[in-house]
């Protein structure tokens, strides 16, 4: 068993995959649609080999609360951030600055982890974590 993708609900589904077509270098792999739920539009991406699944809707219902700070999102019930291994994760978050996109933790060396990390938010503030294994 393994996990196949995640799940991002969003209410701005053409931004959303123009986010992470732009900053993270995504690319569309499927579009769809669902006849009995007409408000929604999904798309897989794959990001860095990874799946991610977008469901835009129209009628989006609150969901969790944008975390405001690193320990908010530690303390936010459900799926809190998502993370990629990366080789490099200092040239991982400079190019992601190059592209506008804000540090939300900043590089941090954690060798309890056996990491390096740091942490941004996407377009509708969900945390992305990149490591680089110590």
């Known amino acids: 068993m393994q996990i196949d993708h995640v799940c991002l609900n969003v209410p701005n589904y053409s931004e959303t995959l123009q986010w992470y077509q732009e900053k993270l270098d995504a690319t569309i792999t499927q579009e769809w ?10 798309a897989y991406l794959d990001v860095y080999g990874f799946r991610i699944e977008i469901v835009g809707s129209t009628q989006s219902l609150a969901g969790m ?19 990629f291994r990366v080789d490099n994760v200092d040239a991982v978050l ?5 592209r506008g996109v804000p540090t939300f933790v900043p590089l941090g060396s954690y060798p309890d982890a056996g990491v390096r990390l740091c942490f941004i938010q996407d377009n509708n503030g969900n945390l992305i974590e990149f490591v680089t294994p110590l």
């Not at 649609?33 to 999904?42: G, I, Q, R, S, W």
């Open 33 to 42: 649609n669902v006849d009995v739920f007409p408000d929604l539009k999904l």
């Open 65 to 83: 609360p944008t975390a405001q700070s690193f320990g908010e999102g530690l303390r936010t019930s459900g799926i809190g951030h998502f993370c």
């Open 94 to 98: 400079a190019e992601l600055n190059r």
